[in-house]
């Protein structure tokens, strides 16, 4: 085949492209962040809970995270999928309304405190039993906020200004509230059941970490 000339036909004149301001390059480091932020400042949160007031309510009940740490892909994977999910309803016609939430409770925090006894020299033992709730409950409220910004980062949309925590005292006064209606009604019993206990911890361990362990 012959090699066309350099003088020959401009063949990408003959072709009808549409034109546009877009830019060859994505340049999505740069533009994503500008994207969020204007998510940020229009509401849109606000905005697709107004849109769909009054519809038929589809509703994602979302298992909360440790707030023990960064996210990490796990993480990502979870949220971007449930996102993908809860802004599909919403354009189906649905209200689609996501809350987060973060489990505050549990091995995994605590772990974290002794962690940080551990190379203090510190015995978890001499603590006072309130003062480390205490610190677990701080260590828990900063990494909420490290991982809401983080979330928010990867463009999940929710009510990040409004989310639930298992530490706050109206959802431990709600549990409590509800346990005291099955001691009230007779449905409360007293049964058998292992419970795994850690000799090290000095606490219970979840069932699904034994199995996935």
């Known amino acids: 085949m012959a090699k066309e000339k350099k003088d020959g036909p401009d063949y990408s004149e003959t072709l009808f492209l549409p034109q ?53 892909i796990g993480h990502a994977l979870n949220k971007i999928l449930k996102d993908l999910v809860t802004r599909t309803h919403q354009m189906l016609g649905y209200d689609s309304n996501y809350v987060p939430g973060w489990d505050c409770h549990g091995l995994p925090i605590e772990w974290k405190i002794e962690e940080q006894y551990r190379a203090k020299g510190q015995d978890k033992d001499q603590v006072e039993i309130n003062e480390f709730r205490k610190q677990c409950r701080d260590f828990a409220q900063h990494w909420i906020e490290v991982q809401r910004e983080e979330f928010k980062r990867l463009g999940i949309e929710g009510d990040w200004k409004h989310p639930y925590t298992t530490m706050s005292f109206e959802a431990e006064a709600t549990i409590a509230r509800e346990l005291m209606k099955f001691a009230s009604n007779g449905t409360l019993y007293r049964g058998s059941k292992p419970v795994m206990w850690s000799v090290v911890e000095k606490t219970a361990l979840a069932e699904r970490a034994i199995r996935s362990g």
Not at 32 to 49: C, F, H, N, T, V
């Open 20 to 72: 546009t301001d877009f830019p060859m390059r994505a340049g999505l480091p740069q533009k994503e962040p500008e994207i969020l932020a204007r998510w940020q400042q229009i509401d849109l949160y606000g905005l697709m809970r107004k849109t769909a007031k009054g519809r038929d309510k589809f509703v994602l009940h979302d298992g909360p995270p440790y707030a023990n740490g960064n996210i990490h």
